[in-house]
């Protein structure tokens, strides 16, 4: 069930809800300033990342996520006043942090100069270039073609549906080949 929808009488809150007052969600315990400590470090805190978008083309967004990127559809709900989700699974998922040099140090490399928003989304495929050539078949708009990153991944950067600027990456190196001193290297998804 989407996390915006509404859950039924008798399910748990969306997991994006805010735990309740009493919750034992946050130990009692002192944390570096700034940061929080887990009740149950032995359990993950989070299960799922889920990322909303709203398409005021609904249905080209999910023909071009679900059809043409390959992301298999998981559920799809409606509602009143014409109420549309459906949930793409895109297999694991990360939630990466980066500060404005490492942002623009990505757009230097896979694009050659600024053109990120704030938010943008990466896709790890096994073929950036066939993957790009069917994604601007299917209606995206190529900012950068597929490039090699010094963190051996090929990266191409498009102009999605929806409003999303995307990456779609492969990476180069499987973990077990390894690239030397990744700490030297920016680290993320393999845009970054």
């Known amino acids: 069930m989407a996390a915006d929808s509404p859950a039924p009488a008798d399910s748990p809150a969306p997991a994006d809800s805010p735990a309740?007052?009493?919750?034992?969600?946050?130990?009692?315990?002192?944390?570096?300033?700034?940061?929080?400590?887990?009740?149950?470090?032995?359990?993950?805190?989070?299960?799922?990342?889920?990322?909303?978008?709203?398409?005021?083309?609904?249905?080209?967004?999910?023909?071009?996520?679900?059809?043409?990127?390959?992301?298999?559809?998981?559920?799809?709900?409606?509602?009143?006043?014409?109420?549309?989700?459906?949930?793409?699974?895109?297999?694991?998922?990360?939630?990466?942090?980066?500060?404005?040099?490492?942002?623009?140090?990505?757009?230097?490399?896979?694009v050659g100069r600024q053109v990120a928003p704030r938010i943008r989304v990466a896709f790890e495929v096994d073929d950036t270039e066939a993957t790009t050539a069917r994604l601007v078949a299917a209606g995206a708009s190529e900012i950068a073609p597929p490039t090699r990153t010094p963190w051996q991944s090929l990266n191409s950067r498009l102009d999605a549906p929806a409003g999303l600027q995307i990456t779609i990456f492969q990476e180069l190196l499987r973990p077990d080949e390894g690239v030397g001193t990744r700490d030297a290297e920016p680290k993320g998804d393999g845009d970054s």
Do not use: C, M, W, Y
């Not at 009493?22 to 470090?41: H, K, N, R, V």
């Open 20 to 110: 309740p007052a009493d919750s034992p969600a946050l130990a009692d315990s002192p944390a570096p300033a700034g940061s929080f400590a887990l009740a149950d470090s032995s359990a993950p805190a989070v299960r799922q990342l889920r990322l909303v978008v709203e398409a005021t083309d609904h249905e080209a967004a999910v023909a071009f996520f679900r059809d043409a990127l390959g992301l298999p559809e998981e559920a799809a709900f409606s509602g009143e006043g014409d109420a549309r989700v459906v949930i793409l699974d895109a297999g694991r998922a990360t939630l990466e942090i980066a500060n404005p040099a490492q942002k623009r140090l990505i757009d230097e490399v896979e």
